[in-house]
């Protein structure tokens, strides 16, 4: 099996020394993808607009490798503050379809820049 990175300007350029993506051929593991905007490199304000920024910069990744978030098996989010789980929720379920991906959710101490959410994406070519 070889692997490819996986690059798009529709998204932003990884903050460290990482792919935005990984194609495996029938597995595309997307990195994670925190709120900022690919344009200005900049955090929107709020949870909700953080979290649909996020979700749609996985929707560029997945994109530049044919995918869509109908082919996405299971996701990891990471919340700054656990008390915005509902707020993120309602973001996230406009992106997935069903089945719904299989979930992990977890709040942690910090995220690069100062991010309010960070998701990650693992999908599954047919």
Do not use: H
Not at 5 to 23: E, F, H, I, L
Not at 36 to 52: M, N, T, Y
Not at 105 to 112: D, E, G, I, N, Q
């Amino acid at each position: 099996m070889s692997l490819k990175a996986v690059s798009t300007n529709a998204a932003p350029t990884a903050m460290g020394p990482y792919s935005q993506g990984v194609d495996a051929g029938n597995l595309v593991f997307v990195a994670g993808q925190v709120g900022r905007d690919p344009a200005s490199g900049e955090l929107p304000e709020g949870i909700e607009a953080q979290s649909d920024r996020a979700m749609r910069n996985i929707s560029a990744i997945l994109d530049a490798t044919g995918l869509t978030w109908a082919d996405v098996a299971k996701t990891t989010c990471l919340l700054a503050e656990i008390t915005d789980f509902d707020a993120f929720n309602a973001v996230y379920v406009r992106f997935v379809g069903d089945p719904k991906p299989a979930r992990a959710t977890y709040a942690v101490k910090a995220l690069p820049g100062g991010a309010l959410i960070e998701v990650e994406a693992f999908a599954v070519r047919s």
